[in-house]
């Protein structure tokens, strides 16, 4: 009898936690967008006003983006953000599990993510539905956002959006403004070493500028030739000529 009491009162109690952390999950992820909305996502791209020769006078935009497809951007530039950013992009299902649970070890006493491995649809899922707070919950959301946008697009589309939609420091989104912003032209015209100094921006545009810190900048490009390098994106001399160009 005793035994059957204690039972029922355990039960009881697993019910109220069952029903209290249901209604926590809801109210947490009550909000999330829906992710088929980007099937027919368009970035906000830039309105140009020229004079009657044709000269461009001014340039109206909220955010400085062009964007291009994905059969339009260059394979070294693909691969130069996915040595930099998500190596195992195309082998993992859009979250670092190892990653994620060294950051939750790290930081379970912070009551916060301070840091952790975000993957490229992570990082599309932060930008494009949530805000960068660093919480829990927030976290969550996101983690909950990449699976549902693994699950509903390809990797390349995946990538595609990520690129067009990246900031990459002095007010450009994406990769095609940030080529014209940083280089002077197209994205499909830069060099191996331009690229990778594109793809070191992402995680912090400010701090790598080679506008405002050319030194870091330059460092940061060259770890990232190295990765490229030692993971067969370029070969021994496109590496070797790549180091000697300047930022």
Not at 10 to 21: D, E, M, R, S
Not at 22 to 31: G, K, Q, V, Y
Not at 101 to 110: D, E, H, V, W, Y
């Amino acid at each position: 009898m005793k035994n059957s009491r204690t039972q029922m009162v355990l039960t009881a109690a697993l019910g109220a936690i069952i029903g209290v952390l249901s209604s926590l999950f809801m109210l947490t992820f009550s909000d999330l967008p829906q992710v088929e909305q980007l099937q027919n996502y368009e970035p906000q791209g830039i309105t140009q006003l020229n004079d009657k020769d044709g000269k461009l006078v001014y340039e109206f935009y909220r955010e400085k983006r062009v964007a291009i497809k994905f059969e339009e951007i260059p394979n070294i530039t693909k691969k130069a953000f996915l040595s930099a950013e998500d190596w195992s992009f195309y082998k993992h299902v859009g979250v670092d599990i190892p990653g994620i649970l060294r950051a939750i070890i790290k930081n379970a006493f912070r009551g916060r993510f301070a840091q952790g491995a975000s993957t490229i649809t992570q990082q599309l899922s932060r930008v494009l539905f949530l805000t960068p707070d660093k919480t829990i919950a927030r976290k969550l959301k996101e983690i909950l956002l990449t699976f549902r946008i693994e699950n509903r697009f390809t990797k390349d589309e995946i990538l595609a959006l990520y690129l067009n939609q990246i900031y990459l420091g002095e007010g450009t989104y994406g990769i095609e403004a940030a080529a014209q912003k940083y280089f002077g032209k197209s994205v499909a015209r830069l060099s191996v070493a331009e690229n990778a100094m594109l793809a070191s921006l992402p995680k912090a545009p400010t701090i790598y500028s080679p506008f405002k810190y050319p030194k870091k900048a330059l460092d940061r490009r060259n770890a990232n030739l190295t990765l490229m390098f030692e993971r067969d994106v370029i070969s021994e001399k496109q590496f070797r000529e790549a180091m000697k160009e300047p930022s």
